[in-house]
């Protein structure tokens, strides 16, 4: 049985414009020690699928339906006491901007202590203790002196390595990193990624990755969902994902980036026509069939299922590419 | 320092009777910072040169000085030493009526096409600005000109009379193009103006900018800290590391074969769109953090961090120069030499 499974999840969002409709029927599952990558572009509903499991929405505005369970364990039936021993225990987070979400007045020490006390009940001087160890772990030399310090004596990176430290703290089961390293220089990136890793090697943590990067995706990721206008459009190991895409988004997507072009000796890029459709209406039909070139009358007939397309390989299209992609190493 | 000589080949026989249009030598650019007398050495001797028609992408990580650079080549700060020639006329040094004429030579293409747009004014209005400043159109007979530049840069005439924030950020930042082009600029100084965007609309608007650029055969500086964007758009590529140019050369030859380890680096960090290869290549990962630019570290910036650096790069500060004997590509680094290069993706990550 898979860590974590959320099936048929919907949130929506009451404004005063009407309910904006974020996610809509989101299923999926996380098996231990796995790296799961959420990508799509601005508004597609990433970052609200992954934020619905530790209920980091805002709860007056937020309609949420559906069934996500940890363990077998109903998430959405829990209340929010009980949530807050789940947050940062069983479910951690990382943020994208790691200078906003670490208290300036506090120090670090202090900032990944905080969250051993709260789960663990450590005293203060053997949280201070686990403190330099996590420090270590996520490569920050010097630890020892490094927990006196205060946020803004780091680095974007160490930073970013502080936000994981805490996360990681009490050993999650699942941690959530919402474009961890969105914020961060290349060559800083790639040290980033490589905790990510090895956490996953040594501690089993199944990781769900939000990006819009399909380079990190292809870096780091062992499955990706590609969403669009709220829904999974594709679903599939990367390497199948990559070398196998069947969903004319996803193929727009990857061919859109300017190293496809370059690969191809091209001097254009491949351009996505149109814009993504408003989140107010969900009609009975593909999201993306305005923008598809590979759209026929069907596809706004009723909407595509995602449906199997060869092994752990499932896609949402009437009309699938069946090319090998050029420029993807087989 | 020696300065860049790079030609393009296109159109290099036009430009052997033309000067450069951007001719920078030995721009310093250096900040005060907080109180005692701290110094932020942004820009540290930085010598460019951009032809006619001719594409540089300046390529750097946070705090390399890259987007420093272009404030001082707009004159929006003032360098603190060096020389910036426009066209072979000085501009180091102009008045404030010097500037009004600079402002119709230069142009900028912001980052945020969400900020920098006046959320007052209609569409038609922020195109039309740079004409009615310069005195080439009242605002009542600019409307042709720009109706005829919003179209160039994809956007219908009815968008004049729509405001930014009824606009997507594609659509915006195809604004600020039209407003930076309105004055058929010489020079187009971009700083990041896609790395805001979607990738699907970010594809668009680098296809906009190509093609503008090919059209209306604007120079321009590209400033992005996003390899792949450079090696789409750029015809010379530099590369900058705390305040300085590291590597110079034509985009072809820089990315088949960097020089300095560095640039190493940078090309393997950059993550490929493609699992088989991103997991087979070996990749350099650089130990530490990017040295302050308040204390650059002694000899070669890069030592601290570089992986194949040896006792003279720690005391002695190489020049950028030609060091393989292959013409227009330049390197510092005291390693690089007509029969060795150093490998630093030797050292698996």
Do not use: W
């Amino acid at each position: 049985m898979s860590l974590l499974e959320m099936t048929d999840v919907s949130v929506g969002f009451a404004t005063e414009d009407g309910l904006v409709r974020a996610v809509k029927g989101m299923s999926l599952s996380l098996a231990h020690a796995e790296i799961l990558a959420l990508c799509g572009e601005s508004g597609c509903g990433k970052t609200v699928t992954a934020m619905s499991i530790p209920r980091l929405l805002p709860a007056e505005t937020t309609r949420l339906s559906g069934s996500i369970t940890l363990d077998g364990r109903d998430l959405t039936a829990l209340s929010e006491a009980e949530m807050r021993d789940v947050r940062g225990k069983d479910v951690s987070v990382v943020f994208q901007e790691p200078m906003t979400s670490l208290n300036p007045s506090f120090t670090v020490g202090f900032q990944i202590g905080e969250v051993l006390r709260r789960h663990e009940d450590l005293s203060r001087a053997a949280a201070r203790a686990r403190a330099v160890d996590l420090l270590k772990l996520v490569g920050i030399p010097d630890p020892a002196s490094r927990i006196k310090e205060y946020p803004h004596q780091l680095s974007g990176g160490m930073r970013q390595r502080v936000m994981i430290a805490i996360a990681v703290a009490c050993s999650p089961r699942v941690l959530i990193a919402d474009e961890p390293t969105t914020a961060l220089d290349v060559t800083i990136q790639a040290g980033v990624l490589n905790i990510f890793r090895d956490l996953r090697d040594r501690l089993g943590t199944a990781i769900i990755l939000i990006t819009h990067d399909l380079g990190v995706v292809a870096d780091i990721a062992d499955r990706a969902i590609v969403m669009y206008a709220g829904r999974a459009v594709e679903a599939a190991p990367v390497e199948e994902l990559y070398a196998r895409p069947r969903h004319p988004y996803t193929v727009g997507l990857l061919n859109a980036l300017p190293t496809a072009a370059t690969a191809a000796g091209r001097r254009r890029l491949a351009e996505i026509p149109g814009m993504v459709p408003p989140p107010f209406t969900d009609p009975d039909a593909c999201a993306f069939a305005p923008r598809c070139p590979r759209a026929e009358a069907d596809c706004t007939a009723a909407r595509p299922p995602l449906e199997s397309h060869g092994a752990s390989h499932l896609a949402a299209c009437l009309h699938p590419v069946a090319a090998v992609r050029t420029g993807a190493t087989p | 320092m020696s300065e860049p000589q790079a030609r393009p080949k296109r159109a290099e026989a036009q430009r052997e009777t033309h000067e450069p249009v951007l001719e920078v030598s030995g721009l310093v650019k250096h900040y005060a910072a907080g109180e005692r007398g701290k110094v932020v050495r942004a820009v540290d001797g930085v010598s460019l040169t951009i032809g006619e028609g001719e594409v540089l992408g300046l390529v750097g990580e946070s705090g390399s000085g890259k987007s420093t650079v272009g404030k001082c080549v707009l004159r929006l700060t003032e360098p603190t030493a060096g020389r910036i020639r426009l066209g072979g006329r000085d501009i180091t040094h102009l008045s404030r009526r010097g500037m009004r004429s600079l402002r119709r030579d230069v142009h900028i293409v912001f980052q945020d096409p969400y900020s920098s747009l006046n959320p007052r004014f209609t569409v038609g209005r922020i195109v039309a600005e740079p004409l009615v400043r310069h005195g080439v159109a009242r605002r009542s007979a600019a409307a042709d000109r720009v109706t005829a530049m919003l179209g160039k840069v994809g956007l219908g005439p009815e968008t004049r009379d729509r405001y930014p924030h009824e606009l997507s950020g594609g659509q915006r930042q195809r604004v600020g193009l039209a407003r930076s082009l309105i004055l058929e600029p010489k020079l187009v100084v971009a700083d990041e103006p896609v790395s805001a965007l979607d990738v699907s609309v970010q594809a668009s608007v680098l296809n906009l900018i190509a093609d503008l650029q090919r059209d209306m055969g604007f120079s321009c500086l590209f400033i992005t800290h996003d390899l792949s964007v450079v090696e789409f758009l750029a015809d010379r590529i530099a590369v900058m590391y705390l305040g300085q140019i590291v590597e110079t050369g034509p985009r072809d030859r820089l990315f088949a074969a960097p020089e300095h380890p560095y640039t190493q680096a940078l090309l393997s960090a950059a993550p490929v769109p493609d699992p088989a290869e991103q997991r087979r290549r070996s990749r350099v990962v650089l130990g530490g953090d990017p040295p302050s630019p308040v204390r650059p570290p002694a000899g070669c910036r890069f030592h601290t961090r570089c992986p194949v650096a040896v006792d003279r790069c720690r005391t002695e500060p190489p020049d950028l120069m030609n060091r393989r004997l292959n013409g227009d590509h330049l390197t510092a680094c005291h390693l690089v030499s007509s029969d060795s290069l150093p490998d630093a993706r030797g050292t698996r990550a």
